[in-house]
Antibody, heavy 117, light 108 residues
Framework: EVQLVESGGGLVQPGGSLRLSCAASGFTFSSYWMHWVRQAPGKGLVWVSRINSDGSSTSYADSVKGRFTISRDNAKNTLYLQMNSLRAEDTAVYYC??????????WGQGTLVTVSS | SYELTQPPSVSVSPGQTARITCSGDALPKQYAYWYQQKPGQAPVLVIYKDSERPSGIPERFSGSSSGTTVTLTISGVQAEDEADYYCQSADSSGTHVVFGGGTKLTVL
């Protein structure tokens, strides 16, 4: 059974940093591109970032470029999102999702990040 | 930046057909995908590559594409279909993923 479990969310002050993790199981993690998608409270889905299967290529939404870094450890079957210089507008539930032929076919349950003083 | 446009809300009675549209300039070049999200839950893929249905998704869910608009059709809507629906695609270069703003489907 495919499982994606996010962790690392919490309350952080503006300007602070946080690292999210997404532990994958039930599939060959190293074969799939992965994404982070976020959803602010009461708002829609917003794509954040993606990484290819071996970690050699990444892409970011303009809103997070230069502040967030996506990475992965295929030996640990884990996806990461390092978030720096956090702003109030980064407050959201962050989901990791598996990319299968450009479709997000499996999603984690999400982890809440709250940026507030 | 590239945008996908969806109606904020659609309402139908049980048993009727619901159609949710998604418009974007790059849709003739890029496939569209549809997700269903119920309150407090993660999204679920219901249509991929414009019109393909993943295993386990009821046959009443279908997708179509025409020019710069893609449409999610739910035939014989049931109460359990009440949810938010999001289209997703990519910009013309395929570099950036984009979601539509979402459509709240209300079953009257």
């Amino acid at each position: 059974e495919v499982q994606l479990v996010e962790s690392g969310g919490g309350l952080v002050q503006p300007g602070g940093s946080l690292r999210l993790s997404c532990a994958a199981s039930g599939f060959t993690f190293s074969s799939y591109w992965m994404h982070w998608v976020r959803q602010a409270p009461g708002k829609g889905l917003v794509w954040v970032s993606r990484i290819n299967s071996d970690g050699s290529s990444t892409s970011y939404a303009d809103s997070v470029k230069g502040r967030f870094t996506i990475s992965r450890d295929n030996a640990k079957n884990t996806l990461y999102l390092q978030m720096n210089s956090l702003r109030a507008e980064d407050t959201a539930v962050y989901y990791c999702a598996r990319d299968h032929l450009n479709a997000f076919d499996y999603w984690g349950q999400g982890t809440l990040v709250t940026v507030s003083s | 930046s590239y945008e996908l446009t969806q109606p904020p809300s659609v309402s139908v009675s049980p048993g009727q057909t619901a159609r949710i549209t998604c418009s974007g300039d790059a849709l003739p070049k890029q496939y569209a995908y549809w997700y269903q999200q119920k309150p407090g839950q993660a999204p679920v893929l219901v249509i991929y590559k414009d019109s393909e249905r993943p295993s386990g998704i009821p046959e009443r869910f279908s997708g179509s594409s025409s020019g710069t608009t893609v449409t999610l059709t739910i035939s014989g809507v049931q109460a359990e279909d009440e949810a938010d629906y999001y289209c997703q695609s990519a910009d013309s270069s395929g570099t950036h993923v984009v979601f539509g703003g979402g459509t709240k489907l209300t079953v009257l």
